[in-house]
């Protein structure tokens, strides 16, 4: 029977393929804490490997060039590091007969010794690459700068006056005149300015809040945009309607009706430690949780989303884009996170009226209901939890829902980006001195 022997060539193609089942898992799981857990164990088995494999060639080449030679026969080789005729190792860690590791068992204590010292450089090189060095990691997040205020510019008619010739009849004139008109009637005609289309932003500076050029903030600066960044968590429908043709086409709406404000030009995403790496002065105001199957972050990761709520002030707009598992999930966790409970958020919230006025929320499908839920700390609202795939209506086909809908998607897309920027930057404000 033919035995399978590893070869050197075969090491090498197992080690590529555990890679490359590395990289579609990280992948299918988002990049996030636990392909990148994985991936780390599946380097430490294949690295041990390696070595196991480098240090027995070694030895095995080591005890056949000392070992004496019988004329009759094959050099004799050491069993179990023992040394044929008594003679002992030198310093080298890859002979089983060096002098520390005694003279009974050499191979068992070789490779106890292997293992401890891989293992201990191994967490040596984990601990570095997950090192975080002081602030020069951390990630600022500007707001734009200007001003203006949210008020809505709504449908307005402007008044044009058109007065009729005025005729002097001479009485004695061969000219008749039947039911001549008043000399003073005006015909008064509307025109409506607006197309009833309203237009966010009425201040100086646009929309906003504060003094300056642009719409913006009083805390922001120069080169701050508006800015759409999502999660990447292990729901492997974390990034559906990402992108081009998806959220970044509520960012080309945001820009279009509000040219004074600066918009990034696309969506992000994040995983976990990119979020713990913003800046604590300086956060990510909105981050957008969209799933279809579940939400599950680790007890580190919820420590991460606590922070960001509590500590840096930041805001999270959940999208249920699947069923019941998303929903359950994420309701779990934000009330864990927080420590409040979920709810309501009325019609006539703040939220649900600046920039734009809704009427009702809009629902491309009720995987959650048709309810939204708010978990509120300190009188903000930390978490927006939409229930009904909002981000759906933001692409190219609007998910087959009718044209008004995807519109009232993108208004409502719009206030809540518009309420993170605008707590952010009271937040901001109240921490300067």
């Known amino acids: 029977m033919h035995r399978f022997r590893l070869t050197p060539l075969r090491a090498a193609l197992v080690t590529v393929l555990f890679v490359a089942l590395w990289f579609g898992l990280s992948a299918g799981l988002g990049g996030g804490a636990m392909a990148d857990h994985f991936g780390w164990v599946l380097v430490y088995l294949i690295g041990l490997g390696w070595v196991v494999y480098g240090v027995e060639r070694a030895a095995r080449r080591i005890e056949i060039r000392r070992a004496p030679t019988d004329i009759w026969g094959p050099p004799l080789v050491a069993v179990g590091g023992e040394v044929p005729g008594g003679r002992r190792g030198g310093w080298n860690p890859l002979d089983p007969a060096a002098w520390y590791y005694g003279r009974h068992g050499q191979r068992l204590r070789q490779s106890l010794a292997l ?20 602030s020069n990691d951390e990630s600022e997040v500007d707001l734009p700068a200007g001003g203006g205020h949210d008020s809505i510019k709504a449908s307005s008619v402007k008044v ?9 009849i001479n009485p004695y004139s061969s000219i008749v005149f039947a039911a001549p008109p008043p000399l003073d009637q005006i015909d008064v005609k509307l025109t409506e300015e607006t197309a009833n ?5 009425q201040g100086a500076g646009g929309l906003g809040e504060g003094e300056g050029e642009g719409g913006g903030f009083g805390s922001g600066t120069g080169k701050g945009k508006y800015q759409f ?6 729901d492997r429908m974390w990034d559906k309607n990402f992108g081009v043709g998806g959220d970044r086409n509520l960012l080309a709406e945001f820009a279009s009706r509000e040219p004074k404000a600066k918009v990034a030009d696309g969506s992000e995403s994040i995983d976990y430690t990119g ?6 002065k300086k956060p990510i105001p909105l981050v957008y949780v969209g799933g279809a199957h579940t939400f599950a972050p680790s007890a580190a990761e919820k420590k991460i989303l606590q922070q960001y709520l509590i500590e840096k002030h930041g805001m999270i707009l959940g999208d249920n884009l699947g069923g019941q598992g998303f929903h359950g999930n994420f309701i779990a966790v934000m009330t864990e ?5 979920p709810v309501p958020i009325p019609r006539d919230d703040y939220i649900h009226q ?3 006025p809704l009427p009702q929320l809009p629902i491309v499908v009720a995987h959650g209901g048709t309810t939204p ?13 939409h229930p009904g795939a909002l981000s759906d209506a933001w692409r190219d086909d609007r998910a087959g829902i009718k044209k008004e809908i995807a519109e009232l998607c993108y208004q409502l897309g719009i206030n809540i980006l518009y309420y993170a920027n605008r707590e952010q930057d009271k937040w901001r404000l109240s921490q300067k001195p």
């Not at 960044?229 to 292990?234: A, N």
């Not at 979020?275 to 604590?280: E, G, R, V």
């Not at 996170?337 to 409970?341: A, K, Y």
């Open 337 to 341: 996170v927080t420590g409040v409970s």
């Open 275 to 280: 979020l713990a790496n913003t800046s604590a």
């Open 197 to 201: 289309r309203y237009q966010a932003g």
């Open 115 to 134: 293992l401890a010292t891989y293992s201990l450089l191994f967490v040596l090189v984990y601990t570095f690459a997950h090192l975080k060095f002081g």
């Open 229 to 234: 960044v999502r999660l990447r968590h292990s």
């Open 354 to 356: 600046r920039p734009y």
């Open 373 to 385: 839920l708010g978990w509120k700390i300190d009188g903000r609202w930390a978490v927006y939890y």
């Open 160 to 168: 044009q006056k058109v007065v009729k010739k005025k005729y002097v």
